[in-house]
């Protein structure tokens, strides 16, 4: 199995809180990790899972007090909690009385699909007895420190599936596959009144708009639904962490911004699946190909950020413009560009947006592997480095 970076903050969850929300799309490797957590258990009071799609699991929690008063000294694993929303209101008691005799932490592994059902339920009973860790794809710091290892990284996404597979044609399939499951399962079971066909639809016009200014407008019309439709529906796609939207900067009063966000499909194997792109050499031919590059830069460098960093891009009405501002904690400010190709230029817009933000670092993330100075104030630098420097911050 490969090491996921996310282990750490699950422990580190259930060291302080009664339960840990281990979210995360399918397939992304939820089971996995938490079977392995689990297993470290063992010596202490062990670790029961159950897996909520079962129903023989399922018939275990029909009195779900009883059951799980019996294992109150184990760390009880509940994977797709969607299927047992109920459950939140039990567990909210159960944990509040384990406080009180002194069995106040790891209590509760959960684990759910999506942020949609999870967030909302664990939101409105477990507040301040639960923390949060998402799960994404496999990152470059996990799978991919070679360059041939990024490359097949960047074309296949990071599923773990679809990154292991045999072969890019194997991968291919495998992403087709979970495109169709999602549509035909995944969306029945969190909103049925969803029209699937409209939100496959809606996903390849997005992975055609990757990185692009959010229109809901014309995402309508194309689709023939209203705008407020075409926005719920890219909303659904958020919450079930397929789909990003990236925030404007907000932060400079004197200048003119742009105020809607930008948008990413976030495993950029996903992106070329949808765009029907099954090998390096079709992608590189396509112009999706920068764009894609950025989402899969992006995604990588927030997976490393430190926790309470916040995303935005920025861009103004005469052109000053820079992918990625990162406000780490502690008052901290990097931007960062995006450039696919060996030899990245700057624009003169990110210069003007370098004097308006004032970031204490600037970075050029190129396809390259060597660091070096682009001017006494910017950096061209790997992924790679770009994400150890990042997760050190």
Request: aromatic share 8%.
């Amino acid at each position: 199995m490969i090491p996921r970076k996310a282990a750490f903050s699950v422990l580190q969850g259930l060291s302080y809180q009664a339960a840990v929300a281990l979210v995360g799309p399918r397939q992304v490797g939820k089971t996995t990790l938490a079977r392995e957590l689990g297993e470290q258990f063992k010596g202490k009071a062990g670790a029961v899972y159950l897996d909520l799609e079962s129903a023989t699991d399922r018939a275990k929690l029909e009195d779900p007090r009883a059951y799980l008063e019996r294992h109150e000294d184990s760390l009880v694993i509940l994977d797709e909690i969607h299927r047992a929303p109920g459950l939140f209101t039990e567990l909210r008691g159960l944990i509040d009385e384990g406080r009180r005799r002194g069995r106040g932490t790891g209590r509760f592994l959960i684990l759910g699909s999506a942020s949609l059902d999870l967030l909302r339920q664990a939101g409105e009973t477990l507040a301040g007895r639960i923390a949060y860790v998402e799960l994404g794809p496999l990152g470059v710091l996990e799978a991919a420190t070679k360059a041939d290892e990024m490359e097949r990284l960047w074309l296949r996404g990071g599923f773990p599936g679809s990154f292991t597979a045999r072969d890019d044609q194997t991968s291919f399939r495998i992403r087709q596959d979970f495109i169709r499951s999602y549509l035909e399962r995944e969306i029945a079971q969190f909103s049925p009144r969803l029209p699937a066909a409209t939100l496959g639809r809606l996903w390849t016009m997005l992975a055609h708009a990757q990185g692009t200014l959010l229109n809901a407008s014309r995402l309508g019309a194309a689709l023939g639904v209203s705008t407020q439709s075409a926005t719920r529906y890219v909303d659904f796609l958020v919450d079930l962490l397929l789909v990003r939207r990236l925030q404007p900067f907000h932060g400079n009063g004197t200048k003119r911004l742009v105020k809607s966000p930008k948008i990413y499909v976030r495993d950029s194997g996903l992106v070329h699946a949808l765009l029907g792109l099954e090998t390096l050499e079709d992608l590189l031919g396509h112009p999706v190909t920068g764009a894609s590059w950025e989402g899969f830069v992006l995604e990588n460098l927030l997976a490393a950020a430190p926790e309470r960093t916040e995303a935005s891009f920025y861009r103004t009405a005469v052109g000053a413009e820079v992918d990625l501002v990162l406000d780490l904690p502690r008052g901290k400010r990097w931007v960062v560009e995006m450039k696919l190709g060996t030899t990245p230029t700057l624009s003169r817009g990110f210069h003007e947006a370098c004097d308006d933000l004032q970031p204490e670092k600037r970075f050029v993330v190129y396809s390259g592997q060597e660091r070096y100075p682009k001017t006494a104030q910017v950096d061209v630098i790997s992924l790679t480095e770009l994400a150890m420097e990042l997760q050190k911050a």
